[in-house]
């Protein structure tokens, strides 16, 4: 591995947990040091995290940490709403493949629970983003199915700055997952659509709709 893409990665992982938080600058210097290389395959990682939208770049003044916009959270969950409902309605009239989800699930919740139990923020919200996308894949639409995981990084850092520091608030999704499954596994797709948009509304908007 290149040190640029060493330090691709190690930034963008921050980023995406959080521990690099919207709106904050980040100097090439600090990075460096951090991982101890030169400026220039910081420079170049820079470069490449700001073409993917997650740093702006100010000359001499280092990136800054492209915060979610509000626009951006509307669209994303609107998306991750109509995919996710989509596959329920498609895998509940095949049982077999309905009761291998439910299973699938039921080991993502566990994993999660277990980064919740161990305070690992970046395993919870890995977790999360892995219990969406086995609903989302769940239907036959591998059309659909890769848009939404062209969703992942950006569900997965939307997580993370939700529940970050808010206990309540990462138990509730904890919890919203269980009923969400126990509405796959008894097929309900409305049940599921109703409570998917309202768990997708708690965890990133507090509730509070548009």
């Not at 923020?121 to 219990?131: I, R, S, V, Y």
């Not at 969703?151 to 997580?159: G, H, P, V």
């Amino acid at each position: 591995m290149s040190a640029a893409d060493l330090v691709y990665r190690h930034v963008k992982e921050r980023v995406l947990t959080g521990e690099l938080e919207g709106g904050r600058m980040v100097s090439e210097g600090e990075i460096a040091s951090t991982l101890t290389v030169s400026r220039t395959p910081v420079r170049e990682a820079f470069l490449r995290l700001e073409v993917e939208g997650w740093l702006r770049l100010f000359p001499k003044r280092g990136a800054l940490v492209v915060p979610v916009a509000p626009r951006e959270i509307d669209e994303v969950l609107d998306a991750r709403a109509v995919l996710e409902s989509h596959a329920i309605a498609d895998v509940a009239g095949r049982p077999d493949d309905l009761a291998a989800l439910v299973a699938a699930l039921d080991t993502a919740m566990r994993v999660q629970q277990q980064a919740h139990d161990a305070s690992d923020l970046p395993a919870f919200a890995e977790a999360d983003a892995e219990f969406h996308r086995l609903i989302a894949d769940a239907g036959r639409n591998s059309l659909l199915s890769g848009f939404y995981r062209g969703l992942r990084e950006r569900q997965q850092r939307m997580t993370a700055e939700s529940v970050r520091g808010r206990g309540a608030a990462a138990a509730c999704v904890l919890a919203e997952h269980r009923a969400l499954r126990d509405l796959v596994a008894a097929g309900d797709v409305d049940g599921f659509r109703r409570a998917l948009v309202t768990h997708l509304d708690n965890t990133h908007r507090g509730g509070r709709g548009r």
